[in-house]
């Protein structure tokens, strides 16, 4: 789906502009910075046998003794690795990483399943408080015979965050999904974008679009069993 290559340009972007000290956890590391003439500071931390260390939770908690400025944890993908990453963003470390979702309202439901049941409701408070930004990304044929990305987002403000907070854990997926619609980027938003644009064909196009309105009608049954 392009996520590395996108966290890489976000943090490229970051660095060039404020030369951050940065911290990666990667398995394995991908991208290397050390063109660019800005840079601060970076380490990178090569997770798995033979590398720095064992686990990303491991080592995002040896990043955090660090004092580093931005955090790259390659994939929160466990209880704990998710814990240590809202650890880190709650004590004012801008933190990136990434998950394996189908869409935007859906991340905070992977991220709450790592958690046992009973859990949830408190969890649920500090992913929201954590959130500033979600980018779901997928890669589809262009019209020169290439691939580029269509992406879908939402910026979690202080009126997105405190919709997320007053609702029940069972609604999240709904809650969240409402609010991409009503002030977010839609998946199809971005191919409208791109068709217009000639980047993308009508059959693209289509095929977004039918996705779409699938993702709605179960949109709508999921909402109306909740009610």
């Not at 840079?39 to 997770?47: M, R, W």
């Not at 064992?54 to 814990?83: H, M, N, Q, W, Y």
Request: with cysteine.
């Amino acid at each position: 789906c392009g996520k590395s290559t996108l966290l890489a340009s976000l943090l490229r972007h970051r660095i060039e502009a404020q030369a951050e000290h940065m911290i990666t956890a990667e398995a394995p590391i991908e991208y290397v910075y050390d063109d660019i003439e800005t840079l601060s500071c970076i380490t990178a931390q090569e997770i798995g046998r033979g590398g720095d260390h064992k686990s990303f939770s491991d080592a995002l908690v040896a990043a955090l003794r660090k004092d580093p400025d931005v955090i790259l944890v390659g994939e929160a993908r466990d209880k704990e690795t998710i814990e240590a990453a809202l650890h880190g963003a709650q004590t004012g470390h801008v933190l990136f990483t990434t998950c394996h979702t189908n869409g935007v309202a859906n991340t905070i439901n992977r991220l709450l399943k790592a958690f046992p049941e009973g859990d949830r409701a408190a969890i649920q408070m500090d992913i929201v408080d954590a959130l500033s930004l979600i980018v779901y990304q997928t890669l589809v044929p262009s019209t020169d015979g290439k691939r580029i990305a269509l992406r879908e987002y939402l910026i979690f403000d202080g009126e997105i965050k405190d919709r997320l907070r007053e609702c029940e854990t069972h609604k999240i997926f709904s809650e969240c999904y409402a609010a991409l619609i009503e002030y977010g980027q839609s998946l199809l938003k971005d191919a409208e974008i791109k068709l217009k644009q000639g980047l993308i064909s009508d059959i693209t196009y289509r095929r977004i679009q039918k996705e779409f309105e699938s993702d709605i009608a179960k949109h709508k049954i999921l909402t109306e069993e909740i009610a």
